[in-house]
C-alpha cells in the first residue's frame, strides 16, 4: 500500500520536471536549437503535424536553423507555420531550405526571459510539492482506517519528504543551468 503510493509519487513527480524541461526549451536563449521548433504544428494535407515529421531540423550555425522539407511543396507551409507559431520567428525561404535567423536578445529581454524561467520552475515546484501533499494525505486516510500504524505513516512521509527534496533540487538545477544559459552573450 504503502510503496504503491510512493512509486505513484515517484512517477507523477519525475513526469512534473520532465515538463518543465519541456517548457525551458521552448524559452528561447539567443543560441539557435532544433528543439526550438518542436512546438511547430505544420497543415500537413489537411491534418496538423509536428514539424519534425514532415521535415528535417538542423542547426546550421549556433544563429541559423535549417528546416529542409521532405516533400518540396510543403516549403510554404512549413514557413508559414513557423511564423504563425508565436516565436518571435522570420522564416526565408531559398530554394527547398528554409533558414530561419536567431535574433539577438537585448539584456532587457534576457532578464524578462529569466523572469519567466523562474515562474516556470517555480510551478514546477509547486506541482512537486502537491503531489506531496496528495500522497501524504493518501498516508493519513490509511492511518484513519488502520490499514498501517503510526510508526509507518510517519517513515512514509519521511520518505515522501526525501522524494521531494530531491525532486526540488533537480528543479533548481534545472533553473541554475537555464538562467546562465539565458545571460550568456
Known amino acids: 500500500m504503502i510503496d504503491e503510493i510512493t512509486q505513484d509519487a515517484r512517477s507523477r513527480m519525475t513526469k512534473s520536471v520532465d515538463s518543465l524541461k519541456t517548457a525551458l526549451t521552448k524559452i528561447r536563449t539567443g543560441r539557435a ?10 497543415d500537413y494535407y489537411g491534418s496538423m503535424t509536428p514539424i519534425k515529421q514532415v521535415a528535417n531540423v538542423v542547426a546550421e550555425d549556433s544563429r541559423t536553423l535549417a528546416v529542409t522539407p521532405w516533400e518540396k511543396p510543403m516549403v510554404s507551409a512549413i514557413e508559414k507555420a513557423i511564423m504563425t507559431a ?6 526565408a525561404s531559398q530554394g527547398t531550405v528554409i533558414r530561419v535567423p536567431m535574433p539577438m ?6 532578464r524578462d526571459l529569466v523572469k519567466v524561467v523562474k515562474a516556470e520552475g517555480e510551478a514546477g515546484k509547486v506541482a512537486v510539492r502537491n503531489i506531496r501533499r496528495d500522497a501524504n494525505s493518501d498516508f493519513k486516510d490509511l492511518l484513519k482506517e488502520k490499514e498501517i500504524s503510526e510508526d509507518e505513516a ?7 519528504q526525501k522524494l521531494t527534496d530531491k525532486y526540488v533540487a533537480e528543479i533548481d538545477k534545472l533553473l541554475e543551468a537555464k538562467e546562465k544559459e539565458m545571460m550568456e552573450i
Do not use: F, K, W, Y
Open 33 to 42: 536549437h532544433p528543439s526550438l521548433l518542436d512546438q511547430v504544428m505544420v
Open 86 to 91: 508565436d516565436l518571435g520567428l522570420n522564416p
Open 105 to 110: 536578445l537585448t539584456e532587457e529581454r534576457r
Open 154 to 160: 510517519r517513515n512514509a512521509e519521511d520518505a515522501i
